[in-house]
């Protein structure tokens, strides 16, 4: 179902990094790695995923997320949908409207009717992407400008698409390398005058665009692998962050920011941390 928006939208999010109202997850119930889908998989698919851990580590991100009266949505968790935990992918929220994703990994396809029933059942609008594969975590939004990674998971088509429905804003498309799984393992902005960034992954020119933004916080290689550009901003320079990134968190520091540290190192083993198991419904 497409639903129009409104002016009684219930949803409003303005950047990766204004203060977080109101976000979407997912408890990893029946997190597995099944089919190896991504590069981190590969490495663990021989141990998998110790389910019980994950549970216990996402509870424990959930519980900092709501000690700071940020309103959570838990989806029901299908033992069909392993990656489920992944909310951010299933849909995104720009300005006042909300899109659910079409999925562009088969494994995954089909997670995205469960937020459709929600918003339904909540009555909330949206705009259903039928026309190209995209992911959510190749979409970033930073006020009047989103960026679009290119990727295995999203078209370079939708960016016009977007543009098409988001006359407002400026669109710009970041192609990615082919071992990245999504825009938001290597680039994510902190701040209006700083983000994240794995520049290997990106081209000279792209990079050039996005210095003359941002000042770049560069994360290693060997931190870019345990996600260290996925940290989750919930408002007023506090970050979310994993303590196995300790280069990433001691630059932060310095630069002002408060690192919440939150192990959910069995979480990564499938390739996502915080921002990946996060739906921003309203950040402003």
Not at 128 to 139: A, I, P, Q, R, T
Not at 224 to 235: D, E, P, R, V, W
């Amino acid at each position: 179902m497409e639903m129009s928006i409104n002016n009684e939208t219930k949803v409003n999010c303005q950047s990766e990094y204004f203060p977080l109202h109101k976000v979407i997850l997912c408890e990893p119930k029946y997190m597995r790695i099944s089919e190896i889908i991504n590069e981190t998989q590969r490495r663990y698919k021989k141990d998998n995923i110790n389910t019980k851990l994950a549970q216990k580590q996402h509870h424990r991100f959930l519980g900092e997320l709501r000690m700071r009266n940020i309103e959570t949505i838990l989806l029901p968790p299908i033992e069909r949908y392993p990656e489920q935990v992944f909310t951010r992918d299933i849909g995104f929220t720009i300005g006042e409207k909300l899109f659910v994703s079409q999925m562009g990994m088969k494994l995954r396809q089909g997670e995205e009717k469960i937020l459709i029933n929600w918003l339904d059942e909540q009555q909330i609008p949206y705009f259903n992407l039928k026309e190209h594969s995209v992911e959510g975590g190749d979409v970033i939004v930073d006020q009047n400008t989103v960026y679009v990674g290119v990727s295995d998971r999203t078209e370079e088509g939708v960016t016009s698409h977007l543009q098409h429905i988001l006359p407002d804003y400026e669109i710009i498309s970041l192609p990615l390398a082919s071992n990245i799984l999504h825009l938001d393992c290597v680039f994510n902005p902190i701040s209006s005058e700083e983000a994240l960034i794995y520049s290997p992954a990106l081209t000279k020119d792209d990079i050039d665009i996005l210095s003359s933004r941002y000042k770049l916080i560069e994360v290693s290689e060997e931190e870019q692998f345990t996600l260290g550009t996925n940290t989750l901003s919930i408002g007023d320079k506090k970050i979310i962050s994993l303590p196995q990134n300790k280069e990433v968190n001691k630059k932060l520091r310095s630069l002002g920011y408060e690192i919440i540290e939150v192990d959910i190192s069995e979480i990564i083993k499938s390739g996502g941390s915080f921002r990946c198991c996060t739906l921003p419904l309203v950040r402003n």
